[in-house]
Structures are given as structure tokens and as C-alpha cells.
């Protein structure tokens, strides 16, 4: 079997966010808007990490590829000259033949791809931004509480 490291990579990133989450009682104070701005750096972090491996691939060298392990996996194993990858970009799953040609004593190589949608991607990719969004927009509201705070105490300080 084929393994692509995004889907893992996006997993891993979500199970720490998960983690974070969990990592507080339900019944949990937070003594400040500092406090909660911390938590959601540590749950928005490995979202938005998680959402970024699945929409931008990791660039890999034919070298790379061709001495993968998935390609190596392959039976009958491909040429020297063919590599093959398969590859997540956003909802797409990409697969790219690369043919590594010989032309008049120049090597070049032509590139080949076909992609298909796959629909739950782009259900996690929508759950990932509406979680994002929403604790941005959280994030925001604490911005500007703490700024009417600020403004609220310099109102109140004494004028010499």
C-alpha cells in the first residue's frame, strides 16, 4: 500500500490539538484573557498545521522519490528512469509521473499527472478553517475587551 505522510502529518497535528483540548477539566476557570489567548494558541497551532499539510505538499526531489519507500515498494519495481508520486493538494489527490529522457546528449523530464477529488478532504479542510475561524474570532473578542479595558482605565487615572 501506497502511504502519504500528509494525511499522517495532519493526524498527528490534530491528536495535539485534540490533547490540548483535553488537557482541561470542563469545569476549568481561566483566571485571564492572557490564559485563554495561551489556550488557544496551543489548540489553534496544530490545527493550522494540520490544515497546511493537507493543502501544501512538501516538494520532494526525484531523487527523493525514486529511493521512497512506497516506490520502492512497487512490483514489478519501475525503470531508473520513471518516478511516481502521489500527493494531497487541498481536496485533490494528485498522482505525478515523472520520465527522466535523454534529448541530443541533454537530460530532461517530462512530467505527467492526473488528479481526482476526494470529498471527505474537503469536509476535514472545512471543519479545520471553521475551527480556526471561530477561534480567531474569539481571539479577537479578547483583543477588544482588553483594549476597552485599557481605555476604560485611562479614563479613570487621575489628570495632573
Not at 7 to 18: G, K, M
Not at 52 to 76: F, W
Not at 89 to 95: C, G, P
Amino acid at each position: 500500500p501506497w502511504k502519504i505522510q500528509q494525511i499522517q502529518d495532519a493526524a498527528n497535528h490534530l491528536l495535539l490539538a485534540s490533547e490540548a483540548l483535553e488537557s482541561i477539566d470542563d469545569d476549568h476557570k481561566f483566571k485571564s484573557a492572557k490564559d485563554v489567548n495561551d489556550f488557544l494558541k496551543r489548540v489553534m497551532g496544530p490545527l493550522l498545521r494540520s490544515r497546511a499539510s493537507l493543502v501544501n505538499p512538501k516538494k520532494r526531489t526525484l531523487e527523493e522519490l525514486l529511493a521512497s519507500k512506497n516506490s520502492k515498494s512497487l512490483s514489478p519495481p519501475l525503470s531508473r528512469e520513471v518516478a511516481v508520486s502521489f500527493y494531497l493538494q487541498s481536496w485533490k489527490l494528485v498522482f505525478a509521473v515523472y520520465h527522466m529522457v535523454t534529448d541530443k546528449g541533454v537530460a530532461r523530464f517530462d512530467r505527467y499527472q492526473a488528479d481526482c477529488t476526494i470529498p471527505w478532504i474537503n469536509d476535514v479542510l472545512l471543519l479545520l478553517t471553521v475551527a480556526l475561524q471561530t477561534g480567531q474570532q474569539l481571539k479577537d473578542k479578547l483583543d477588544i475587551l482588553a483594549q476597552y479595558k485599557q481605555e476604560i482605565n485611562m479614563n479613570r487615572s487621575p489628570r495632573i
